[in-house]
């Protein structure tokens, strides 16, 4: 609806327009003129907000201001409506049309990209608090930046809040975005497992996510050679084109994630223990009081893995490497550490048990064509590591929600459904998808983090 508003208040614009410059026009018939329409597109707007569609939109503030500048020239033309003028001139009037039209598209972009999403109603008892800190790997260069700066992640956290004194303690799960994304990306899962008694620690991987600031408060945002080679080895048939190389880049892409993702558990783990932050921790809002009751209330010796997509795939890999992590879930990610390497031609895979219970969640759009072509692919490209290592998982669970596409397993085509149906969004409702994902996380992480039931899933929801 947004750019409906926008295309409404462009076309009283460009009639304006073209009745000046129609014929010569006195400038105080003019002036007229541009108040009733200055008029008009101000209570379009007004009215637009007021609507239910309306009341959803972000940015509001910007809309006010933009109303107040079309109220302050109406006001201006009421002023001036009685002065005898000289011909409006069509340059002016026509510099004044094309001003409008992009201001107006400024403000109104951002409210039909994104919608007032505030996230998901949560079943939990607990009321969640919220605080970040960026952590410093003392050992490790960033491989992105040129000045031999050490490398940086950022970590959030969601968490129950609990009376003062308390004692209670809360199994961790630690979050990885995927390529490209950025550590909101399932804040309502976040939000659910906190209200039911967790500490979840969403990490960004700078240069992989889409943007993030560093310890001097500057944006990061994703390199671009990365977001290249990202997008042209998710295309069609990718891998079959030098495996070699593929197999070489998902490496560096796991060693990197993987590396973060290890900085973070370690350092909460090594907090725990001291019960203090030492100086690998940076708090960009000096809020060391917010951190410090995190670290008290988490409980290291129960800890879960989870991400989206890459970050699925970085937390089956850390999975398989660490004896201290009790479960993992991966949301829609090729498990890219898997690949052990390239035999006649084709991908060979871990096929060690993998001793960690593990759930996946696959969208329906691979799942339908997976099971189509699942022969093709293994005599064409080798073993499919998902496949092989739930066959081998001691506790490995796979499902999928009909109607789905990869999007549709994070809250962004929730906050915009344009840049979600641009980068995947199928044709079942996210809210819905993210309830019944969130529900079947939460019971995973009560089985194997809490010790509550025994866990089941569906084949498919």
Same mark, same amino acid.
């Given at each position: ?30 002036? &007229? ?28 503030? +910007? ?19 009685? &002065?005898? *003028?000289?011909?409006? &001139? #069509? ?12 201001? #107006? ?5 951002? +409210?039909?990209?994104?919608? *007032? ?7 939990? $008892?607990?009321?969640?608090?919220? #605080? ?57 899962? %976040? ?6 008694? %967790? ?9 992989? +996510? ?41 490496? $560096?892409?796991?060693?990197? $994630? ?37 670290? $008290? ?29 009790? +479960? ?17 031609? &084709? ?29 093709? %692919? ?45 980068? *995947? ?22 089985? %194997? ?13």
């Amino acid at each position: 609806m947004g750019l409906v508003v926008f295309l409404v208040l462009a076309s009283f614009a460009i009639t304006f327009i073209v009745w000046t410059c129609s014929e010569e026009r006195d400038k105080k018939v003019f002036r &007229k003129c541009r108040l009733y329409v200055r008029m008009a597109q101000a209570a379009v707007l007004i009215i637009a907000m007021i609507l239910p569609f309306g009341q959803k939109w972000r940015f509001v503030p +910007a809309l006010v201001f933009l109303v107040v500048l079309l109220v302050i020239d109406a006001l201006t033309m009421l002023i001036g409506r009685n &002065k005898a *003028g000289e011909v409006q &001139k #069509a340059v002016g009037a026509n510099i004044s049309c094309v001003f409008f039209i992009l201001f #107006a598209g400024l403000f109104l972009i951002p +409210a039909f990209i994104f919608t *007032g999403y505030k996230g998901l109603p949560v079943s939990g $008892r607990y009321q969640i608090g919220e #605080a970040n800190a960026i952590l410093i790997d003392s050992d490790r260069v960033d491989p992105f930046e040129n000045d031999g700066s050490h490398r940086e992640v950022p970590v959030h956290f969601y968490y129950p809040v609990t009376p003062e004194g308390s004692a209670e303690q809360f199994p961790l799960v630690v979050f990885s975005h995927g390529a490209f994304g950025y550590y909101q990306s399932n804040t309502s899962t %976040y939000m659910e497992l906190a209200s039911n008694g %967790y500490v979840v620690a969403a990490l960004d991987h700078p240069h992989h +996510a889409f943007f993030t600031e560093d310890t001097d408060g500057k944006m990061i945002t994703v390199d671009q050679a990365f977001l290249k080679e990202a997008l042209e080895m998710s295309g069609e048939g990718s891998e079959d084109d030098n495996k070699e190389e593929t197999l070489a880049i998902y490496r $560096r892409w796991m060693d990197l $994630r993987t590396a973060d993702m290890n900085l973070a558990v370690d350092a909460l783990i090594k907090a725990d223990r001291d019960g203090e932050i030492d100086e690998s921790w940076f708090l960009p809002d000096d809020d060391s009081a917010a951190i410090l009751d995190v670290l $008290r209330m988490t409980d290291t010796s129960k800890i879960g893995l989870m991400g989206h997509s890459m970050g699925g795939a970085t937390s089956v890999a850390l999975g398989r490497e660490r004896n201290d992590i009790a +479960a993992v879930i991966d949301i829609d990610g090729t498990m890219l550490s898997e690949y052990t390497g390239i035999v006649d031609g &084709k991908f060979t895979v871990n096929e060690e048990p993998y001793e960690v219970p593990v759930l996946e969640f696959v969208n329906w759009e691979q799942t339908t064509e997976f099971a189509d072509h699942i022969e093709e %692919y293994r005599a064409e490209s080798g073993a499919y590591p998902n496949v092989e290592l739930i066959e081998h998982a001691e506790s490995g669970f796979t499902t999928t929600i009909k109607g789905t596409k990869h999007m549709d397993f994070t809250d962004l085509p929730l906050l915009s459904p344009m840049l979600g149906n641009m980068l *995947g969004s199928g044709e079942r409702d996210t809210a819905e998808v993210m309830t019944i994902v969130n529900a079947i996380v939460l019971d995973f992480y009560d089985c %194997y983090l809490k010790g509550e039931g025994a866990f089941a899933v569906q084949e498919s929801y």
